[in-house]
C-alpha cells in the first residue's frame, strides 16, 4: 500500500482533547463527550471528523505504550468564531503528509506497523514533529472491517 503524498494547507479545528496512553486508551470516552454534541458547532467547513494525535517531540524516539500524547476529537471550521462552551481550537499547520487510505476496522492496528516499520523505513522520508490524524469521513464505521478513512502522517525528507 503505497500513500500520497500531500501539502496539507493550514486548517482550523473545533473539538476536545484528552491525555492519554496507547495502554490507557480513552479514545471511546472522549469521543462519546464529543460527538453528541458536534452539532453545537456551526460553521464546519466539511461533515468529516477529525481524530488526531499530537504527540511530544520525543514519542517515536523512546517510545513506551505508556507514553502519554494529546487525543483530539474535531471537526474542521470555517473560523474560530462561537467555539461552544466546553470545546477548544486548535490550529493545524500546513506541512507534507504521507496519506494512506485505510479499509478495515479502527481496532486493527497492523496498518500503524506497515507504516512504521515498512513504508517508512524504505521512503525517502522520516516522521516530522507535528500532528498525526485520521479522516472520518462518510464511509468510516468504527470497529466495522468494511469501514474507510484516511490516516495523515507527517512527514518530511530525509
Same mark, same amino acid.
Given at each position: ?24 486508551? +480513552? ?21 468529516? +471528523? ?31 468564531? $462561537? ?20 479499509? $478495515? #476496522?479502527?481496532?486493527? #492496528? #497492523? ?5 512504521? #516499520? ?18 472520518? $469521513? ?21
Amino acid at each position: 500500500m503505497n500513500p500520497r503524498i500531500e501539502k496539507l494547507e493550514e486548517k482550523r479545528l473545533i473539538g476536545c482533547n484528552i491525555k492519554m496512553s496507547l495502554s490507557d486508551n +480513552k479514545t471511546g470516552q472522549l469521543w462519546g463527550q464529543f460527538a453528541p454534541r458536534i452539532r453545537e458547532i456551526q460553521n464546519r467547513k466539511t461533515e468529516d +471528523k477529525l481524530s488526531m494525535q499530537v504527540y511530544p517531540p520525543t514519542y517515536f524516539k523512546q517510545f513506551n505504550p505508556n507514553n502519554e500524547f494529546e487525543k483530539w476529537a474535531a471537526v474542521e471550521v470555517e473560523n474560530l468564531n $462561537g467555539i461552544p462552551e466546553g470545546m477548544q481550537s486548535f490550529i493545524l499547520q500546513e506541512g507534507l503528509y504521507a496519506v494512506f487510505d485505510y479499509k $478495515g #476496522s479502527s481496532a486493527d #492496528s #497492523s496498518i500503524f506497523q506497515y507504516i512504521f #516499520s515498512e513504508w517508512l523505513p524504505t521512503s525517502n522520508f522520516v516522521v516530522d514533529d507535528r500532528p498525526h490524524f485520521e479522516v472520518l $469521513g462518510s464511509k468510516y464505521r468504527n470497529n466495522d472491517p468494511n469501514s474507510e478513512e484516511e490516516i495523515w502522517i507527517p512527514i518530511r525528507e530525509r
